[in-house]
């Protein structure tokens, strides 16, 4: 670990588990997507935390630092979910000076790490753009849903669309079986129907995920999340591996048979999933938004759960313009150039997802 520091402030990275809990613990914000363990589910680069302090207050960060095809420099990104800076002390209440002393540590950080530009998606329900502004900026990026489980379960209820409560008090008719999964064979038969609807769906790679992935999320030494399966007599027909954090739930990936689908089972696990958020004491029931944070099929199945909704922000900053364009320039012909995928570079081909029912799209 290599300590920076100056009359005011410090800086330094940390990859060890032990002290990067330590920092994730005593923030008084976050979530399982900032926790060492789900960033080492990440294959595509070195996950780091960038950590800044001065004096009792502290500023982490965690990021991926991944190499670049045909470069000897490296970028910054963020694990599948919603990250983004954490801190001991509401972000918002920082005065210029420390947010100017931050940009000036980070900026440094990333000099050192030979870092060309850093994306990040951001928390919605954790205030981080007052921290970021001055550092190439935050920019929306669609509407994200949740449900406030503070209120009753009667008022959550009348904001269903009314079909919907229809369709669920239908299938709550139907004797299904919703239980937690209790052994490696349901996580296994579970793993594989995810993969026949990515099937299905024409899903791109990074949709899939192999079984020790589901089995690692569901460590109870490192989280406390569940995978929720429904049952048609002994014929597992749903089924959500959902995240929880110390307020919020969130159903991160879930499945349906095929035979079932016409059933739509999932609006049943939906429902159930805010009643176990209940249970436990959550705030919130994040359901997420649409593909690219687009209003389409995803985006309209989640708002017939809830009209309650906030913004959804990612934060791009170009820390070398010069090789950025180099970088974009000597991609050449099979670049979109309008588009807004960032960074340009790892622009991939066109592919889109439509009616993949998970949060984190």
Known sequence: ????????????????????????????????????????????????????????????LPLIKREIEDSTHFDLTSVYGYAGPISNKELSWLDNHSVHHFKRAFLQFMEMENCICVFSRLHPFIEQACLLNSIGGVCGNGKTIYMDLQRTL???IRGYEKRLYRQIRKLREMNY??????????IR???????????????????????????????PLEFENKLILIYDGRI?????????SKEII?????????????????????????RI????????????????????????????FSDQQIEDRIWCYIHNQPLYDELVKNRGAGLNNSSTFFPLYRQPKTETVSKLYSDEQ
């Open 1 to 60: 670990m290599l300590i920076n520091t100056s009359a005011v402030f410090r800086f330094f990275t940390v990859r060890s588990k032990v002290e990067w809990d330590s920092y994730i613990a005593r923030s008084l914000r976050h979530d399982v997507y900032h926790s060492w363990a789900y960033h080492q589910l990440n294959s595509s680069g070195e996950a780091l935390l960038f950590v800044y302090e001065e004096g009792s207050v502290f500023i982490a």
């Open 154 to 156: 009667e008022k959550q």
């Open 177 to 186: 079986t919703i239980r937690d999964a209790s052994s490696f064979s349901e």
């Open 189 to 219: 038969q579970f793993t594989e129907m995810y993969r026949q609807n990515m099937d299905r769906l024409k899903a791109s790679g990074n949709y899939y995920f192999e079984e020790s992935y589901f089995h690692k999320l569901l460590d």
């Open 236 to 244: 597992m027909i749903c089924g959500a591996l959902v995240l929880i």
């Open 250 to 274: 969130r159903n991160h990936l879930s499945a349906t048979a095929a035979d079932y689908l016409s059933y739509s089972p999932s609006k049943l696990l939906t429902d159930e999933i805010s």
């Open 277 to 304: 958020g209940r249970q436990l004491n959550k705030k919130v029931f994040h359901l997420g938004g649409g593909v690219g944070g687009k209003e389409d099929s995803l985006f309209k199945f989640k708002s017939y």
